[in-house]
């Protein structure tokens, strides 16, 4: 650790968060560092003179008598100040800290701070680019550090402190050809970590560095050194253990296992699936431990046939799961080592030869930055460069875009990478493993691709299949947006900015000279001018047609009768006059690039990088021009093709799409004819039948087995159903009315089940609606209200936000439906607001009702409302995750008793207890039924 340094670490609670708001310091702590340890603390609570807001008590714990008797911030800013004399200032989100610190200061008539500063949020970022959270709380676990009180600035400061240690310690393990990459790049930082960063190289440029087999130094870059691939052989003296009781001997090496019904069950289902090689659908509900039970038998089965056994789930996360946590349980279960892989597009991979590239330019954007940082970091720690492992900000993820593999073609400069090359690495060690774990979206790609990775007759297990039919849809369609467009001619630049086309010129002039005037730029100029004249006549086009949609964010549907109008007519010549100036501009920048590349071999590694760039964007502009044409002259009749934007700013939104009516042709034609698979997931079924899972999948044009595995949990008794009976019809009242009654529903029940409640909405305007009313009323300001599209972050970012409080209430639609896993107390309470139908005006529903009619069908009995089912289901599936959880589900939509559909909703579902009550009756219910209060 740095000797010659004082870092001291600050902390402070505050009333609010800004000073300039009203904001002031109600605790403040600091602890001092010294020749690398912890050398004492200062600690004390502030009186800000002015209201706690009860939230901010919630969260801290800190009330008005705590601070009523404390001394002000004036009165302790003298020794403040001899604290932060001749040290440096740390603290996680330092600018919040040092703008509080500074802001108090400057009231009480001091100066203000004006030192070096460490951020260790940035610096965390740097040297764990890999971490799922950069949040205090979240580091302090995966340290394992003693931060006994969040969100009290004693405990904060104290763990920062330690983290900051650990942090420090980390840099100055790393490489010095990395530290001096690392220096020359931190100039661009928020913070002074260029200052960690000169003392380390300067430590070591006085001894001799001795680098671990476990790294290599290749041409400048530290990177982890890559185990060789293993070949694996076909062993027929492996069989799978025919005895249920040698099964379970096998299963109960893990720790902590029970032996489920339902597990041993799936398990003798999917050794028949690769016995009989035929396709099987296996609904498998919640608790089963489905994954171990298909993963056990396909690991025999490759050791066997010596091939890889494909297993796809529906997100890039799950992938991660079962790497991690279902194959470490099933190693601890098998005499013999199991070799798995994740396979996932080109893109997910890192391109070296890129990022090397992207290392020699000067950089000036911060996000940027960081990303190149985080990047050489973790080239000491990847073995994969699956981007996935990285925590990239929305700016470093526009960054991975230009360094991730792009194309197959082997260049100069990719060529001297090969040895090391990512995606090359990830074929051969897949081509050796037992399993092979991939996403829906990689698997839809590959079977359609000309030389798909998977060998002819492989067996695929096809995990979260009620997902596989809308990802394929989303795979198998197109999307076509004049952001995209701009984006690709935005990479060509002018001559002089330092882009494609500055390059491409320097090359000429330095190998062609005499070559004809400029010609790219001019023509660049007359596309970006023609599509902003488009993009007007698209948005006009687009808000006429969706005026009457409330909401910001809206779809409208591409019809035979939509083409026929004057308006349509006005898109066809805009598109027309786009196409051919495209044209025209594609032939100039193929006139300019032909002769460069026609003496390729005379570039250095780097310019035939940039011919390479240059042939990939003329190749992405042509696919670009190519779907305008068809989409708007030459749709497929197979297809729907609809507008989406949000009208709040269309210029950067609105995109046009299409997807396949009836992916299940396709699954049918390029997977199920050609490989053997196996359809699981916990919600298949529709009133105890697969006829409509099978019939979205094509399954029902082969034989197949199909199997029905109940859920282990004892859902009669930990589980009620409340239907309440002072709830109007959805017809029958308006959505602000109907916000109102939820939101009164919410806030009583809040009170009895201590927070804990997750809220399902099927439309974001109720949702609004609903969070404004319970925020204009205070009732419960004690509580974290995180609401999606309100509250930022992703799905399973909020979910793990409303884990974190002991109040807590999560509003949701879309995602939250599925996929999040909140067992125990943590959810108590559900509430589904409306059966969750697909809007009919959603222009894919649209169109397949159109094609069921066609085919003699019921739109609805056919497609909406079993697809609602099977997503009520998984909604209602969040409530219960393991044998000891208790839960309510309140059911606002009466539509599941009064119309004749409602029973299948119910009936789809375990049997559980349900009982009609008004508000007062629920609450009585929940109070009584549910366990005590955290």
Same mark, same amino acid.
């Given at each position: 650790?740095?000797?010659?340094?004082?870092?001291?670490?600050?902390?402070?609670?505050?009333?609010?968060?800004?000073?300039?708001?009203?904001?002031?310091?109600?605790?403040?702590?600091?602890?001092?560092?010294?020749?690398?340890?912890?050398?004492?603390?200062?600690?004390?609570?502030?009186?800000?003179?002015?209201?706690?807001?009860? /939230?901010?008590?919630?969260?801290?714990?800190?009330?008005?008598?705590?601070?009523?008797?404390?001394?002000?911030?004036?009165?302790?800013?003298?020794?403040?100040?001899?604290?932060?004399?001749?040290?440096?200032?740390?603290?996680?989100?330092?600018?919040?800290?040092?703008?509080?610190?500074?802001?108090?200061?400057?009231?009480?008539?001091?100066?203000?701070?004006?030192?070096?500063?460490?951020?260790?949020?940035?610096?965390?970022?740097?040297?764990?680019?890999?971490?799922?959270?950069?949040?205090?709380?979240?580091?302090?676990?995966?340290?394992?550090?003693?931060? *006994?009180?969040?969100?009290?600035?004693?405990?904060?400061?104290?763990?920062?402190?330690?983290?900051?240690?650990?942090?420090?310690?980390?840099?100055?393990?790393?490489?010095?050809?990395?530290?001096?990459?690392?220096?020359?790049?931190?100039?661009?930082?928020?913070?002074?970590?260029?200052?960690?960063?000169?003392?380390?190289?300067?430590?070591?440029?006085?001894?001799?560095?001795?680098?671990?087999?476990?790294?290599?130094? %290749?041409?400048?870059?530290?990177?982890?050194?890559?185990?060789?691939?293993?070949?694996?052989?076909?062993?027929?003296?492996?069989?799978?253990?025919?005895?249920?009781?040698?099964?379970?001997?096998?299963?109960?090496?893990?720790?902590?296992?029970?032996?489920?019904?339902?597990?041993?069950?799936?398990?003798?289902?999917?050794?028949?699936?690769?016995?009989?090689?035929?396709?099987?659908?296996?609904?498998?509900?919640?608790?089963?431990?489905?994954?171990?039970?298909?993963?056990?038998?396909?690991?025999?089965?490759?050791?066997?046939?010596?091939?890889?056994?494909?297993?796809?789930? %529906?997100?890039?996360?799950?992938?991660?799961?079962?790497?991690?946590?279902?194959?470490?349980?099933?190693?601890?279960?098998?005499? +013999?080592?199991?070799?798995?892989?994740?396979?996932?597009?080109?893109?997910?991979?890192?391109?070296?030869?890129?990022?090397?590239?992207?290392?020699?330019?000067?950089?000036?954007?911060?996000?940027? *930055?960081?990303?190149?940082?985080?990047?050489?970091?973790?080239?000491?720690?990847?073995?994969?460069?699956?981007?996935?492992?990285?925590?990239?900000?929305?700016?470093?993820?526009?960054?991975?875009?230009?360094?991730?593999?792009?194309?197959?073609?082997?260049?100069?400069?990719?060529?001297?990478?090969?040895?090391?090359? +990512?995606?090359? %690495?990830?074929?051969?060690?897949?081509?050796?493993?037992?399993?092979?774990?991939?996403?829906?979206?990689?698997?839809?790609?590959?079977?359609?691709?000309?030389?798909?990775?998977?060998?002819?007759?492989? %067996?695929?297990?096809?995990?979260?299949?009620?997902?596989?039919?809308?990802?394929?849809?989303?795979?198998?369609?197109?999307?076509?947006?004049?952001?995209?467009?701009? +984006?690709?001619?935005?990479?060509?630049?002018?001559?002089?900015?330092?882009?494609?086309?500055?390059?491409?010129?320097?090359?000429?002039?330095?190998?062609?000279?005499?070559?004809?005037?400029?010609?790219?730029?001019?023509?660049?100029?007359?596309?970006?001018?023609?599509?902003?004249?488009?993009?007007?006549?698209?948005?006009?086009?687009?808000?006429?047609?969706?005026?009457?949609?409330?909401?910001?964010?809206?779809?409208?549907? @591409?019809?035979?009768?939509?083409?026929?109008?004057?308006?349509?007519?006005?898109?066809?010549?805009?598109?027309?006059?786009?196409?051919?100036?495209?044209?025209?501009?594609?032939?100039?920048?193929?006139?300019?690039?032909?002769?460069?590349?026609?003496?390729? #071999?005379?570039?250095?590694?780097?310019?035939?990088?940039?011919?390479?760039?240059?042939?990939?964007?003329?190749?992405?502009?042509?696919?670009?021009?190519?779907?305008? +044409?068809?989409?708007?002259?030459?749709?497929?009749?197979?297809?729907?093709?609809?507008?989406?934007?949000?009208?709040?700013?269309?210029?950067?939104?609105?995109?046009?799409?299409?997807?396949?009516?009836?992916?299940?042709?396709?699954?049918?034609?390029?997977?199920?004819?050609?490989?053997?698979?196996?359809?699981?997931?916990? *919600?298949?079924?529709?009133?105890?039948?697969?006829?409509?899972?099978?019939?979205?999948?094509?399954?029902?044009?082969?034989?197949?087995?199909?199997?029905?595995?109940?859920?282990?949990?004892?859902?009669?008794?930990?589980?009620?159903?409340?239907?309440?009976?002072?709830?109007?019809?959805?017809?029958?009242?308006?959505?602000?009315?109907?916000?109102?009654?939820?939101?009164?529903?919410?806030?009583?029940?809040?009170?009895?089940?201590?927070?804990?409640?997750?809220?399902?909405?099927?439309?974001?305007?109720?949702?609004?609606?609903?969070?404004?009313?319970?925020?204009?009323?205070?009732?419960?300001?004690?509580?974290?209200?995180?609401?999606?599209?309100?509250?930022?972050?992703?799905?399973?970012?909020?979910?793990?936000? /409303?884990?974190?409080?002991?109040?807590?209430?999560?509003?949701?639609?879309?995602?939250?439906?599925?996929?999040?896993?909140?067992?125990?107390?943590?959810?108590?309470?559900?509430?589904?607001?409306?059966?969750?139908?697909?809007?009919?005006?959603?222009?894919?529903?649209?169109?397949?009702?159109?094609?069921?009619? #066609?085919?003699?069908?019921?739109?609805?009995?056919?497609?909406?409302?079993?697809?609602?089912? @099977?997503?009520?289901?998984?909604?209602?599936?969040?409530?219960?995750?393991?044998?000891?959880?208790?839960?309510?589900?309140?059911?606002?939509?009466?539509?599941?008793?009064?119309?004749?559909?409602?029973?299948?909703?119910?009936?789809?579902?375990?049997?559980?207890?349900?009982?009609?009550?008004?508000?007062?009756?629920?609450?009585?219910?929940?109070?009584?039924?549910?366990?005590?209060? #955290?």
């Amino acid at each position: 650790m740095i000797n010659d340094v004082r870092f001291i670490v600050a902390d402070f609670e505050t009333t609010g968060h800004s000073y300039a708001s009203g904001g002031r310091i109600m605790q403040a702590a600091f602890v001092a560092i010294e020749e690398g340890r912890i050398e004492g603390q200062y600690n004390t609570y502030v009186n800000p003179d002015r209201p706690i807001p009860p /939230f901010i008590q919630e969260l801290t714990g800190i009330d008005e008598e705590t601070v009523q008797e404390a001394p002000f911030f004036k009165e302790e800013a003298g020794r403040v100040q001899e604290w932060l004399a001749d040290s440096v200032f740390v603290a996680h989100n330092v600018s919040f800290d040092l703008t509080f610190l500074n802001s108090e200061l400057e009231a009480a008539g001091c100066a203000p701070f004006t030192g070096f500063f460490i951020d260790t949020v940035e610096l965390a970022k740097i040297v764990l680019p890999a971490s799922d959270s950069y949040k205090l709380g979240d580091l302090s676990d995966q340290f394992g550090l003693s931060h *006994t009180q969040k969100h009290r600035a004693d405990s904060d400061a104290h763990a920062t402190a330690e983290l900051f240690i650990q942090l420090v310690e980390r840099l100055e393990s790393i490489p010095l050809v990395t530290i001096e990459q690392l220096l020359k790049l931190s100039s661009g930082l928020k913070s002074d970590i260029h200052m960690l960063l000169s003392r380390i190289a300067a430590q070591k440029k006085q001894r001799v560095e001795m680098l671990p087999e476990n790294w290599t130094v %290749y041409r400048g870059l530290a990177l982890r050194t890559k185990k060789p691939p293993e070949k694996r052989k076909a062993d027929k003296s492996i069989s799978f253990p025919e005895k249920e009781k040698e099964k379970w001997e096998l299963l109960s090496g893990v720790p902590g296992m029970k032996k489920r019904p339902g597990q041993m069950q799936m398990i003798d289902a999917v050794q028949r699936f690769f016995e009989q090689k035929e396709h099987a659908v296996i609904e498998a509900g919640t608790g089963t431990g489905k994954s171990l039970a298909y993963l056990l038998p396909a690991v025999f089965e490759s050791r066997r046939s010596g091939r890889p056994v494909v297993v796809s789930t %529906y997100t890039v996360l799950l992938q991660h799961q079962l790497l991690e946590r279902e194959l470490a349980k099933l190693q601890m279960m098998l005499p +013999f080592d199991v070799k798995a892989a994740v396979l996932k597009g080109k893109r997910h991979y890192l391109d070296l030869s890129r990022f090397v590239r992207s290392l020699r330019e000067k950089e000036r954007n911060y996000d940027r *930055t960081v990303t190149k940082m985080q990047m050489l970091v973790w080239l000491l720690e990847t073995e994969t460069g699956d981007g996935d492992e990285l925590n990239l900000s929305s700016g470093g993820a526009l960054f991975w875009q230009e360094v991730c593999q792009a194309d197959d073609y082997m260049n100069k400069a990719k060529q001297a990478w090969r040895k090391h090359d +990512f995606a090359r %690495y990830a074929k051969e060690v897949a081509a050796g493993a037992d399993i092979i774990i991939t996403n829906h979206s990689f698997l839809i790609a590959d079977m359609k691709a000309e030389k798909p990775l998977l060998l002819p007759e492989s %067996y695929v297990i096809i995990d979260e299949a009620h997902r596989f039919e809308k990802a394929a849809r989303e795979r198998l369609g197109q999307e076509l947006s004049l952001a995209r467009l701009k +984006f690709l001619l935005g990479k060509i630049g002018s001559a002089e900015d330092r882009r494609l086309l500055y390059h491409l010129n320097r090359i000429e002039a330095k190998r062609l000279p005499g070559r004809p005037p400029e010609k790219v730029t001019a023509a660049v100029a007359a596309v970006l001018a023609e599509a902003e004249e488009w993009l007007g006549v698209l948005a006009a086009f687009f808000e006429r047609q969706t005026s009457r949609m409330a909401h910001s964010k809206r779809q409208q549907a @591409i019809t035979e009768e939509g083409r026929s109008t004057a308006g349509w007519q006005q898109i066809e010549y805009g598109a027309e006059r786009l196409y051919n100036l495209l044209s025209r501009f594609m032939e100039a920048f193929s006139e300019k690039i032909t002769p460069i590349e026609e003496i390729r #071999k005379q570039l250095s590694a780097r310019d035939e990088l940039y011919v390479d760039d240059a042939l990939l964007l003329l190749e992405r502009c042509r696919v670009w021009n190519e779907q305008l +044409f068809e989409l708007v002259f030459r749709p497929d009749a197979e297809e729907v093709i609809w507008l989406e934007g949000d009208v709040r700013s269309l210029s950067g939104t609105l995109t046009m799409r299409t997807q396949p009516v009836e992916p299940g042709v396709l699954i049918q034609n390029y997977l199920l004819e050609r490989h053997c698979v196996l359809f699981t997931s916990a *919600t298949l079924t529709v009133e105890q039948s697969f006829r409509f899972f099978a019939g979205e999948m094509g399954l029902t044009a082969f034989s197949y087995s199909e199997y029905a595995i109940p859920s282990p949990f004892d859902y009669a008794n930990n589980c009620r159903i409340v239907i309440p009976n002072d709830v109007p019809e959805v017809k029958e009242t308006d959505s602000e009315a109907y916000a109102q009654i939820v939101a009164d529903y919410i806030i009583a029940a809040a009170e009895a089940a201590g927070g804990r409640m997750l809220v399902l909405f099927t439309s974001f305007d109720i949702l609004k609606k609903t969070h404004d009313f319970i925020r204009e009323t205070e009732l419960l300001a004690e509580y974290a209200v995180i609401a999606q599209g309100i509250t930022g972050g992703s799905a399973a970012r909020l979910a793990k936000s /409303f884990r974190q409080y002991d109040k807590a209430i999560l509003l949701g639609t879309g995602a939250l439906w599925e996929g999040i896993d909140i067992p125990g107390e943590d959810l108590s309470v559900l509430f589904i607001v409306r059966l969750p139908f697909a809007p009919p005006d959603d222009p894919f529903v649209a169109a397949r009702s159109r094609q069921l009619k #066609k085919g003699g069908e019921n739109p609805f009995s056919a497609y909406s409302l079993p697809q609602a089912v @099977i997503r009520f289901r998984q909604g209602f599936g969040r409530l219960i995750r393991t044998e000891s959880d208790r839960g309510i589900a309140i059911l606002f939509d009466r539509r599941v008793l009064t119309s004749r559909y409602g029973k299948a909703f119910l009936a789809s579902i375990p049997e559980v207890p349900a009982e009609e009550l008004d508000i007062s009756g629920t609450m009585e219910l929940i109070e009584k039924w549910l366990p005590g209060e #955290k």
